[in-house]
């Protein structure tokens, strides 16, 4: 059964701390649509951060892209969405809820007097199941009568494929080579849930490698190796991590092989990114829809041949809040509840918290400078409101891995008092070795 103590206990901290808030809060907010505040943004920016430099900057052979929301109404049709991005639902005409057809919740036939609502009881009140587009349409046009309809992306890969011809040619890559992109992706999802797991509008971080055929299962099992690296270095429980390969009931039509990195969360084992091996549908379908010819020269080889692709395509909503449910944690320290969110150094949204221990005998104005110093290089916190265990805790629930200590002792000594987050552990650092003390940790 699922744990929702945990998650109910995180959503609350999220909201205090200024990591997630709901949208449009003040007019009774939108069903699972998120806002990040301030804590937020600066920790899904490092997730982002942390996957563009390993896809992009630590790599000769990935390109970045960042296409457009809104494309050509065919890029839909060739990639199938148009036909086939579709759920089943059935309403309830008593309670008006709505449920996907196959929701085991639903007891007997959809449509027929023996089904019952799982919501409501009531027996004969669900409707025969209708097709439901999980994409969000809107036009183009000043007239709505006689624009053209438009869709909302649903996935980033598609702007991918049909840059991969301008990408090719400007950057002068070979095959193999990849295109990476981070963007928003918006689906109408009929059961969203789990507060930022399962959103109508996330953002993707999706990288397509383009390789020759015949070598696309080697470069599929690199790609699942080196991604499972990546999720380790965020400072994940490796024990909570684990594969789930596709069998032929998951499998999508057009790939020959299919892993989701799943964790460990409170509702279950979920998937954070899939790896998968799409063979060349992608790129057959747009050289089909689009009469572009999408062949690759190979001109060593003297051969012509259409890339496979290997996708690796990770939610960074998902990944943040895999981070913010690994991290959290509760201590029992002198009689009180100690809240800690045990983040990576390197995804912390804030690298210190600075404070001086008293406002008075000078402690502001070297704490002031001090914070002042370190901010030019890390995001910092100044604090000097309340007792300084007080400010502690608050830095501990924030994810804050270091705290800066002005007293007695730094005026004289020129040093000031590192807390450590997670031992509680202190330690004296000389205020002009402190930048390269966090540096060094960070």
Not at 5 to 11: A, P, R, S
Not at 213 to 233: I, L, N, Q, S, V
Not at 311 to 316: K, L, N, P, Q, V
Request: proline residues 5%.
């Amino acid at each position: 059964m699922a744990d929702t103590t945990v998650m109910d206990k995180l959503v609350s901290l999220c909201k205090r701390r200024g990591f997630v808030f709901q949208s449009s809060e003040i007019y009774g907010g939108l069903g699972s649509v998120w806002d990040y505040g301030p804590l937020g943004v600066e920790l899904k920016k490092n997730v982002k951060d942390r996957w563009w430099r390993a896809m992009v900057h630590a790599r000769d052979d990935i390109e970045g892209l960042d296409a457009a929301i809104l494309m050509h109404p065919r890029v839909w049709e060739a990639s199938g969405h148009v036909a086939g991005f579709t759920d089943p639902l059935v309403d309830c005409r008593h309670c008006k809820n709505r449920f996907r057809a196959d929701d085991p919740r639903i007891k007997g036939t959809p449509g027929q007097p023996d089904a019952q609502c799982p919501v409501c009881g009531n027996k004969g009140t669900l409707t025969e199941p209708r097709l439901f587009n999980l994409m969000f349409k809107t036009f183009i046009g000043p007239v709505e009568e006689q624009a053209a309809i438009v869709y909302l992306r649903p996935e980033t890969a598609q702007g991918i494929y049909v840059n991969y011809l301008n990408v090719l040619q400007s950057s002068r890559q070979k095959v193999p080579f990849g295109i990476a992109q981070i963007g928003k992706a918006f689906r109408n999802e009929i059961t969203p849930g789990n507060f930022i797991f399962r959103t109508r509008e996330f953002e993707q971080m999706e990288m397509q490698f383009f390789v020759q055929p015949g070598t696309d299962a080697e470069w599929f099992e690199r790609w699942r190796e080196w991604r499972m690296e990546w999720h380790y270095g965020l400072g994940l429980t490796p024990a909570k991590l684990q594969w789930h390969q596709h069998d032929a009931t998951e499998l999508a039509h057009y790939a020959r092989a299919a892993y989701d990195i799943q964790y460990e969360f409170p509702f279950g084992w979920q998937e954070i990114e899939g790896i998968h091996n799409r063979g060349d549908f992608d790129l057959g379908r747009h050289q089909e829809f689009s009469g572009k010819k999408l062949e690759y020269f190979d001109q060593a080889a003297n051969q012509r041949y259409l890339p496979n692709i290997v996708e690796t395509s990770a939610g960074a909503d998902r990944v943040t809040l895999t981070l913010l449910v690994d991290a959290y944690r509760e201590e029992q320290v002198e009689g009180e509840t100690r809240v800690v969110l045990g983040l990576h150094p390197s995804v912390a949204p804030i690298k210190a918290g600075v404070f001086p221990l008293v406002k008075k005998d000078g402690m502001p104005e070297l704490a002031t400078e001090l914070y002042h110093g370190l901010k030019r290089r890390f995001p910092c916190f100044y604090d000097d409101s309340g007792a300084i265990g007080r400010r502690y805790r608050r830095m501990d629930e924030a994810g804050t891995p270091f705290g800066l200590t002005v007293d007695g002792e730094t005026a004289g000594t020129r040093t000031v008092t590192v807390r450590h987050r997670d031992s509680m552990q202190q330690e004296r650092v000389s205020l002009d070795r402190v930048a390269e003390y966090l540096g060094e940790r960070l």
